[in-house]
């Protein structure tokens, strides 16, 4: 089965699966659902950025594009209770954007992204002081008529992971948290962009993590993680080690209050370090994000990421990363939401990214507004 039919299967599996359990507010004891939400919404986007692109049809067509953003989505996250005790979760998102682009050379575009996720969670107590928790999950996009860069839609893919975890207290800090994790992810190469397979990988971390209160209204969080990436496809040209392995560290702390306002904020740090000496990087990214109420019903959310990256060398080609924008993105958002009826919200949204695609070193710019509906029935 090719990665995009897989993809399309795993999103209809999550519109079963939305049938399958009982409404929200089931009754204790079974199944039932914590949460439903359902969205949708408009937007107005530009991009900016003369940029090569591994798996888009046309080359450098066009340095400003713009485009129209329908958006269509589905959250749930579910439970089973047995004798009082959550022994296990269900959590899905799936979603559709259909685009209507506009400013490129040889047409215009209608690209529409399909995205998909699963992921299922078993609990088991030991003790009064422990908690061991095993997952399994899929993941999966799928991108029809992609466009040329600076519109960047990441490539269609199909990943599953799984892993362990193991939660315990502790004097010092409320709960640390030790979890093996592995992903394999295979993605979906067109023919006139067989490169895309490049991405495809399979990947182990290591992460510990913790979370200790500072008084009732702050509180820290941190992680260390080690992961180890494969990318089977992606020569080193060393017939002693040919294909590409990388081992990335990952440290990141943070604080929380909760008061008058809802206040985040953190510094994360990545050192990338490989056997093929094309991808190596280090970076650093600071994170904040502020919301309060400012009249009425009114909440205003103000969210702001920003990232430094370097790479180790200055090689003059493209170095092909995973394809994923969290990684080096720099972000910026305003949100104005309120509640417009029962169990329905709106809110108004201005928004801006700096990310590279997937040829690392060339950043491509996104500046757009939107409005967004959320409803959660029967809540």
């Given at each position: 089965m090719s990665v995009d039919r897989m993809a399309r299967a795993l999103i209809q599996t999550l519109l079963a699966l939305l049938l399958l359990l009982p409404p929200v507010g089931a009754a204790e004891g079974q199944l039932g659902w914590r949460d439903l939400v359902v969205t949708g919404g408009m937007s107005g986007e530009g991009y900016q950025g003369n940029l090569p692109s591994a798996g888009a049809v046309l080359q450098d067509s066009t340095r400003t594009a713009s485009a129209l953003v329908g958006e269509v989505g589905l959250r749930g996250d579910g439970f089973w209770r047995r004798n009082g005790t959550t022994r296990a979760t269900l959590f899905i998102d799936g979603g559709l954007r259909q685009f209507a682009a506009r400013g490129f050379q040889q047409r215009d575009?209608?690209?529409r992204e399909w995205v998909g996720e699963a992921e299922v969670t078993f609990y088991q107590d030991l003790g009064n002081s422990a908690l061991f928790s095993a997952f399994t999950g899929v993941r999966g996009r799928e991108v029809q008529d992609r466009t040329p860069m600076p519109l960047f839609l990441q490539p269609g893919y199909m990943a599953v992971n799984g892993?362990?975890?193991?939660?315990?207290?502790?004097t010092?800090?409320?709960w640390l948290d030790l979890s093996v994790s592995g992903e394999r992810a295979d993605f979906s190469a067109p023919e006139f962009a067989p490169q895309v397979r490049l991405l495809d990988r399979e990947s182990i971390t290591l992460q510990l993590a913790g979370a200790r209160g500072l008084d009732p209204q702050q509180g820290l969080d941190a992680f260390l993680a080690v992961d180890v990436a494969h990318y089977r496809e992606q020569e080193t040209f060393d017939s002693l080690d040919?294909?590409?392995r990388d081992q990335t560290l990952r440290a990141r702390v943070g604080w929380t209050y909760r008061g008058g306002m809802v206040a985040r904020a953190?510094?994360?740090?990545?050192?990338?370090r490989s056997n093929s000496r094309r991808p190596e990087y280090r970076s650093v990214t600071l994170d904040g994000q502020l919301s309060t109420v400012v009249f009425g019903s009114t909440v205003a959310t103000a969210y702001l990421v920003l990232t430094a990256k370097e790479y180790e060398e200055s090689i003059p080609f493209a170095r092909l990363l995973p394809g994923e924008e969290a990684n080096s993105a720099s972000t910026a958002f305003i949100s104005l939401s309120r509640e417009l009826a029962r169990n329905l919200d709106g809110a108004f949204r201005i928004g801006w990214t700096r990310a590279e695609a997937e040829t690392g070193d060339d950043y491509f710019q996104r500046l757009g507004a939107g409005l967004l509906l959320t409803y959660r029935?029967?809540?």
């Open positions: 575009y209608a690209p892993g362990a975890s193991l939660r315990i207290g502790s010092a800090w409320d040919p294909y590409r953190g510094v994360e740090g990545r050192l990338n029935p029967g809540l």
